[in-house]
C-alpha cells in the first residue's frame, strides 16, 4: 500500500504536491509512479496525524480527497484506500469508487459506524492511544500488546454490531500513535499475536519516528530501514505495509520471498 497524502504540510510527498494549490497532475503523475513500482493499493488521505497536528476542517477534508479518488478510480485499476476518520468523506469517496477505508481512529467518530457500515466496503481498524495533538506526550502502558489487541478486539464487536461483516476488517496496532520507541518494539515483536486473530493485518511504519531512533537518519533518509521493517514485519505474516518508498519496499519484499521459498 502506497500512501498518496494530499495536505501540504506532510513530510512526504505531500510538501511537493501543494506549492500553491492542489496540483491535479502531480497526484495523478505520483500515483502512476507507485503503481508502476509495484504497489497493489493507494491510500490517499487529506488529514496530517502528525504528532501535534491540528484537526483538518471537513470541508477541506472533502476538497483534498473526493476528487483525488474520483481522477484516480477512472485511471488506475488498482485497490483505492480512502485514510479518513470522516464519515462525509467516507461516504463520498465510496460513492466515487474508493474500494476500502483505513481509518486511523477505527470509526469511533460520531456516525463513522454506521456510515462505514452503509458503504459495504472493508475497513482498515487502527489502534491509537489519546489524540494526534496529546498522543506522544506520555504514552503508557503496563502491557502494549494485550492493550492495543483487547481494543483492537472491542472495535471489531462494535463493527459486527454495526453490520459490517467479519471478513470486511482488518487490523493494525498503529505504529507511533501513543507509543514510545519500547512500546513499538513490543508490538513489532508480537505480530504474530495479532496474526493470529486471523484478521489480515496491516501496518505502517514507513519512515516513522521508530525508524529514526533505529537508524540515527533523518526523514528522509529512511527507505532502507522502513524497507528492512516491511520485509520482517511480511515474514512475521502481516498481510498489508503502508509505505511510502515503493521500490525499496518492493525489492526488500523479492529478495525475503526468494529467500523463503528457495528454487522451485
Ligand atoms: C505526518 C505524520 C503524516 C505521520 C502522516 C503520518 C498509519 C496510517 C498514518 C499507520 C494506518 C504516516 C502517518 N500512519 N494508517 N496513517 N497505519 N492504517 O507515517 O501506521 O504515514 S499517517
Sequence with gaps: MAVLN????????????????VKMDAVIDQAARFVEAGAHILDVGGES????????????ELERVIPVIEA???????????DTSTPSVMQQSAEQG??????VRALTRDNALEVAAATGLPVC???MQGTPQTMQVAPTYDDPVRTVLDWLMQRVAACLEAGIEADQVALDPGFGFGKTLAHNLALFQNLNAFVKTGYPIMIGVSRKRMIGELTGQPVEQRAVGSAVAAALAVQAGVHVVRVHDVEATRDALAVWQGISQGMQ
Aim: charged share 15%.
Design 125 to 127: 481498524l487502527m489502534h
Design 49 to 60: 496525524t502528525r504528532p501535534g497536528a491540528d484537526p483538518v476542517p471537513e470541508h477541506l
Design 6 to 21: 494530499i495536505t501540504p504540510d506532510s513530510f512526504s510527498d505531500g510538501g511537493q504536491l501543494f506549492n500553491s494549490a
Design 72 to 82: 484516480l478510480s477512472t485511471r488506475f485499476d488498482c485497490v483505492l484506500s480512502v
Design 98 to 103: 474508493a474500494h476500502c477505508i483505513n481509518d
